[in-house]
């Protein structure tokens, strides 16, 4: 089942290729364009040119008609209107008048030698009067007819008419043999320029779509390349705007790609270096305790215990990250005094401003209630702290500043350290980002503090953010609508 699964996707893909080659769609497309033209073109050279060729034909005829009855009392007149339309339209023309029945020829005009009502007999000139007499005086034909072993064909108008209290019979003959010939060449030169174009279309189809595939195949060539991992890889375009564009777009992708490989390999190798650091102590100390006699004192044991609750700690952030990208863990909703949890935060940081010498004060004016989850919450004041006690400056002060507006509260923790410069602030909020990658003091995080409180207010749609200075310490705060203004001390 699988190689045959296996099997059609490549026959798939094999089609889809000789299917959607753009040359053959071009060619297809300029072919069908090419023809629909010479079709039109047919229809009205060709096909329709007969039409209109009767058409001005008779047109002719009704003309010379018209204008032969206006004269045809002054028999000067009408041989000098016979003769000017015999010349003129290149036809002939003869004028009966009937007389007790039979028709005398009056005056007559021929442009060529191969009029057919010259030619023929009486009879047939009978014939042409009668049927014209019978179909209420008109007679329309187009005659072949074979002179000196020559195909001709010509078009008979005749007409009987009343003037004067005379009956005349009016014949023309135009002949249409020039004209056939005219279309027989059109008609044969049509197939050269159907051959010509056809040929054409596929050349220039095959000419374009280079033009077009040529940068498409060496960019997927490029691209091949870069899903294999060659994210130096760069693309070209074809000198033409869409390729361009495109590889424009590839180059960014590849260089993004680069930028994120890169990043997961510096992930991987934080979070090795973040677990093996205090594994190593744990092991190492516990061999020297168990190795070397005397070494088994409380100060060893404490470092054991110390690494082992980073090593949780670490844990404990990595699963608490994931949980909240993972959505696993969502904020639980609850109205509590955040001014006083913040006060109680305070009094946990008490032993460290006695014993390390730290200046951590808390300013705030009114207990300020929130609804929010109170342990998400605590994370992020605890998170925020840590770092401004590990990056703060030599006086080792820490403020934490809350102020009310109407609807919101905003929390700022505030240090006097080197500050972060203003291309790295966007990336802080990242997992394992480090501007320095080395800790100013012992009291390490994890590298996941930032991106937990990022996770933390954003669940919570808060607003967040710093304001920070190279060289002039940073603000990290974060905003809570407020729920109520609570009494002190009531949480
Ligand atoms: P870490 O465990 O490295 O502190 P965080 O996610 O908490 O991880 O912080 C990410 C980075 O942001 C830190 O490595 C540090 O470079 C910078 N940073 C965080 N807080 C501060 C601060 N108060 N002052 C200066 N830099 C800070």
Known sequence: MGYNTNKCVKTDHKNRRRVSSISWRLFGALAIFTVLILIV??????????????KS???????AEKEIIETIEDKDDLKKTIYSHSIDSDMCIRVFRVVDGSAKEIVSSRSNSGCVIHNISNDGLSHIYKTAEKNGGRYIRKINSKLNDKQASSTIYASVIENGGNKYVLMFDSDLTPFNATVQTLEMQFGWIMVILIIGALVWALFVSRIICLPMKKMS??????????????????????????????NFAASELA??????????????????????????????????????????????????ERLSELVNDMLDLSRIKAGTRKP??????????????????????????????????????????TSMILQVVYNLINNALNYTGEDKKVRIVQSVNESAVRISVIDTGEGIEEEQLPYIWDRYYKVDKVHKRARVGTGLGLSIVKEILESHGANFGVDSKKGEGSCFWFE?????FCAENEE
């Open 41 to 54: 073109i047919w229809i009205f050279q060709v096909v329709l040119l007969n039409i209109f060729y009767k």
């Open 57 to 63: 034909k008779l047109d002719e005829f009704y003309r």
């Open 221 to 250: 060539r490029s691209a091949r390349r870069l899903a294999r991992g060659d994210y130096g890889e760069h693309f070209e375009g074809g000198g033409y705007t869409e390729a361009d564009e495109l590889a424009d777009a590839l």
């Open 259 to 308: 930028k994120s490989d890169n990043l997961q390999k510096e992930l991987i190798a934080n979070i090795s270096h973040d677990l093996r650091t205090p594994l190593t102590m744990i092991k190492g100390y516990s061999e020297v305790m168990r190795d070397i006699p005397g070494e088994n004192s409380p100060e060893n044991v404490q470092v054991i215990i110390d690494e082992s």
């Open 332 to 373: 639980e909703l609850e109205v509590f005094n955040l001014t006083e949890t913040i006060r109680t935060v305070m009094l946990r940081y008490e032993k460290l401003t006695e014993r390390d010498g730290y200046d951590i004060s808390f300013d705030s004016d009114i207990d300020v209630c929130v609804n929010a989850d």
């Open 480 to 484: 809570l609508g407020i729920s109520s």
